[in-house]
Nanobody
Framework: QVQLVESGGGLVPPGGSLRLSCAAS????????MGWYRQAPGKQRELVAH???????TYADSAKGRFTVSRDNTKNTLYLQMNSLKPEDTAVYYC?????????????WGQGTQVTVSS
């Protein structure tokens, strides 16, 4: 049974920081590309940051310079360090794991963690 469990969300004032974690189980974590997505009320889910199996990172323009994605394959955990948070970063943040094997796409999602940036 695959589980992705996010944690670390909460209420933070503008300019503050949060560190999100995503603990994975039931998959060979090191063989999955991992991403953080977010969805604000009334908006579509969007990619925030991604880290490949090889450690290559990519970011949405809105996250560049403020957010850092990382993974610890020894702990089967994905992280998102978020600094200089803005009210527009308010959203539910989701962890995503994806892998392609024998032409099939395997994709899993966590349940999400709420991030609220407000004074």
């Amino acid at each position: 049974q695959v589980q992705l469990v996010e944690s670390g969300g909460g209420l933070v004032p503008p300019g503050g920081s949060l560190r999100l974690s995503c603990a994975a189980s039931g998959i060979i974590f090191s063989s999955y590309g991992m991403g953080w997505y977010r969805q604000a009320p009334g908006k579509q889910r969007e990619l925030v940051a991604h880290v490949s199996t090889g450690g290559t990172t990519t970011y949405a323009d809105s996250a560049k310079g403020r957010f850092t994605v990382s993974r610890d394959n020894t702990k089967n955990t994905l992280y998102l360090q978020m600094n200089s948070l803005k009210p527009e970063d308010t959203a539910v943040y989701y962890c995503n794991a994806h892998n392609v094997r024998t032409g099939l796409i395997y994709e899993y999602w966590g349940q999400g963690t709420q991030v609220t940036v407000s004074s």
